[in-house]
């Protein structure tokens, strides 16, 4: 089984290590483990980062500026989609969708 989970970051603090062990069960259990992010202290396999150092601080500055949560990186997460049809994943794990990482009306549209 094919097991995507998207979170703003893996690895580091409580979301990202849920993330991490979750993502180590799965291949232990000879699942296929995905991981989609915004940071990371350590490289992932199987992983998909959400944009770059620069579209984040733009993208975190539109947020504050217009109050528009989840309504950035509309590109990042376009690339995202893309991604998602070429690892066709059985399960989309979903953690923290808030904040300025990851477009929610594209992704909601996507996984409906």
Known sequence: ????????VYGTGSTGRIVADI????????????VAYQS???PVENAFVMGNSFTRKVDALRARVFGLQAYGSKRATKRLLRW?????????????????????????????
């Open 84 to 112: 998602m049809d070429e690892i066709k994943p059985d399960v989309v794990h979903l953690h923290n969708l808030h904040s300025h990482y990851i477009h929610l009306p594209l992704l909601c549209k996507y996984l409906a």
């Open 1 to 8: 089984m094919k097991i995507l989970q998207i979170n703003a």
């Open 40 to 42: 990371t202290i350590e």
């Open 23 to 34: 993502s180590d069960t799965i291949k232990r259990a000879g699942g296929e483990s995905f």
